[in-house]
C-alpha cells in the first residue's frame, strides 16, 4: 500500500467539519443552487481559510468545495465546459494550498463527490431515487470525476449517497481513475435514503479495489453509532464516518432546531468498531472537530497530536 491507504492502515485520520457551516459563519451567503462551490468563482479566499481554520482545530483531511459542483450547474450560471472544469480543479487546489506548512503528519486532500441530488439542487439528494439508469448516473458522474482526479486529490470522497443505484453508478465511474476512493451513504434508519437496507449498501463496495472506506455521513450521530461496525462487518474495510451536528431541519421555519447530539465522547467507540476516518457534517464546525481530534489522540495515545489540536495546531488566527 502507498499514499492514502498506508496512512489509512497506520491509524486514524481526523476528517474536517462542514465547510458550509464555516462559511456561513464568516458571512457568506450560500443561498444559492451551486451553495458552496459559488465561493469557488466569487471568494476562493474564503474556501482556502475555511478548509485552514479545521486544520488549525486538528483536522487532517480536507474535503473540497465540489460536492455540488458540476459542468451541468456552472453551465446555468454561463459557465462554459472548460470553465467549469478549472473552478473543479480549484476545489482540489486550495484544500492543497490550505494542507501544506503544517508541521507533524502529512495533511490530505479529498475531492468531494456529491450525488446528482445535489447537483439538482432540489433536496432529491436526501430521498435518491431520480428515474436515472444506473447507466445514465454513470454518464453524468463520470467527467466530474475525470477532472477531479486529474488535479491531483489523495483520495475521492464520493459522499452522501442516497441510493444504492447511485452506489453501483459511482463505482463504475471511479475504475480506472488512479485514485482511491471513499464510499459513503446518506442514511437513517439503518437504511439508505432511497430506502434499501444498509448492509446491502455497504456490500456493494466490499470487492471494489478502488475504495479504501465505507461508511456513513449527513446522517444523526445515532445513526453513526449503529452503522460503523455494520460497515466494518460487511465489507473488511476501513470505515469512514462523519455525521451531522443531530441538529434537525425545520423546512417551515427555515432553520435548524433541537439541541445537538454530535460530542467527542462518541469518537471512541467508532474507532472500536472500525472506524478510521472520522470528522463531522453539517453543522459541525472547527470547535467539534477540535473535540474529535483530541479524542481520536486520547484513544491512540498520541498525546503531541492532542496539543495540538489543543492550542489550534501552529496557533495561527486564520
Same mark, same amino acid.
Not at 465547510?19 to 471568494?43: E, K, V
Not at 492543497?96 to 439542487?121: D, I, T
Not at 477531479?148 to 441510493?163: F, R
Given at each position: 500500500m502507498t499514499g492514502f491507504a498506508? &496512512?489509512?492502515?497506520?491509524?486514524?485520520?481526523?476528517?474536517?467539519?462542514?465547510?458550509?457551516?464555516?462559511? &456561513? /459563519?464568516?458571512?457568506?451567503?450560500?443561498?444559492?443552487?451551486?451553495?458552496?462551490? +459559488?465561493?469557488?468563482?466569487?471568494?476562493?479566499?474564503?474556501?482556502?481559510?475555511?478548509?485552514? /481554520?479545521?486544520?488549525? #482545530?486538528?483536522?487532517?483531511?480536507a474535503i473540497s468545495a465540489s460536492y455540488?459542483?458540476?459542468? $451541468?450547474?456552472?453551465?446555468?450560471?454561463?459557465?462554459? %465546459?472548460?470553465?467549469?472544469? %478549472?473552478?473543479?480543479?480549484?476545489?482540489? #487546489?486550495?484544500?492543497?494550498? /490550505?494542507? !501544506?506548512?503544517?508541521?507533524?503528519?502529512? @495533511?490530505?486532500?479529498?475531492?468531494?463527490?456529491?450525488?446528482?441530488? =445535489?447537483?439538482? #439542487?432540489?433536496?432529491?439528494?436526501? @430521498?435518491? +431515487?431520480?428515474?436515472?439508469?444506473? &447507466? $445514465?448516473?454513470?454518464?453524468?458522474? %463520470?467527467? @466530474?470525476? !475525470?477532472?477531479?482526479? =486529474? /488535479?491531483?486529490?489523495?483520495?475521492? #470522497?464520493? !459522499?452522501?449517497?442516497?441510493?444504492?443505484?447511485?452506489?453501483r453508478a459511482l463505482l463504475r465511474a471511479v475504475r480506472g481513475l488512479g485514485v482511491p476512493a471513499w464510499l459513503s451513504f446518506g442514511a437513517a434508519g439503518g437504511r439508505t435514503r432511497a430506502g434499501q437496507p444498509l448492509a446491502e449498501a455497504f456490500a456493494l463496495a466490499a470487492d471494489v479495489p478502488e475504495v479504501v472506506a465505507v461508511g456513513v455521513n449527513c446522517c444523526s450521530p445515532e445513526e453513526a453509532d449503529r452503522a460503523v461496525a455494520l460497515a466494518a462487518r460487511v465489507t473488511g474495510k476501513p470505515v469512514v464516518v462523519y455525521p451531522n451536528s443531530g441538529e434537525g431541519w425545520d423546512a417551515a421555519a427555515g432553520d435548524w432546531c433541537g439541541e445537538p447530539t454530535f460530542e467527542g465522547a462518541r469518537v471512541a467507540g467508532w474507532l472500536a468498531d472500525g472506524a478510521r476516518l472520522v470528522g463531522g457534517c453539517c453543522r459541525v464546525g472547527p470547535d467539534g472537530i477540535r473535540a474529535v481530534a483530541a479524542a481520536v489522540a486520547a484513544a491512540t495515545g498520541t498525546g503531541a497530536a492532542a496539543g495540538r489540536a489543543r492550542t489550534g495546531g501552529r496557533g495561527r488566527a486564520f
Open positions: 498506508a &496512512a489509512l492502515a497506520a491509524g486514524p485520520l481526523v476528517l474536517d467539519g462542514g465547510l458550509s457551516n464555516q462559511l &456561513a /459563519a464568516a458571512g457568506h451567503d450560500l443561498a444559492d443552487a451551486l451553495w458552496s462551490a +459559488r465561493l469557488l468563482a466569487d471568494a476562493p479566499e474564503a474556501v482556502l481559510a475555511a478548509h485552514r /481554520a479545521y486544520f488549525a #482545530a486538528g483536522a487532517q483531511v455540488q459542483a458540476s459542468f $451541468e450547474g456552472f453551465a446555468r450560471r454561463g459557465v462554459d %465546459r472548460a470553465g467549469a472544469a %478549472r473552478l473543479l480543479a480549484r476545489s482540489v #487546489a486550495l484544500a492543497r494550498e /490550505a494542507a !501544506e506548512g503544517w508541521p507533524g503528519p502529512r @495533511r490530505w486532500v479529498a475531492a468531494s463527490v456529491g450525488p446528482y441530488g =445535489a447537483v439538482s #439542487a432540489d433536496g432529491s439528494e436526501y @430521498r435518491g +431515487r431520480y428515474g436515472l439508469t444506473v &447507466a $445514465e448516473l454513470e454518464a453524468f458522474h %463520470r467527467p @466530474r470525476l !475525470e477532472v477531479l482526479a =486529474a /488535479a491531483g486529490p489523495d483520495v475521492l #470522497a464520493l !459522499e452522501t449517497v442516497p441510493d444504492a443505484d447511485e452506489a
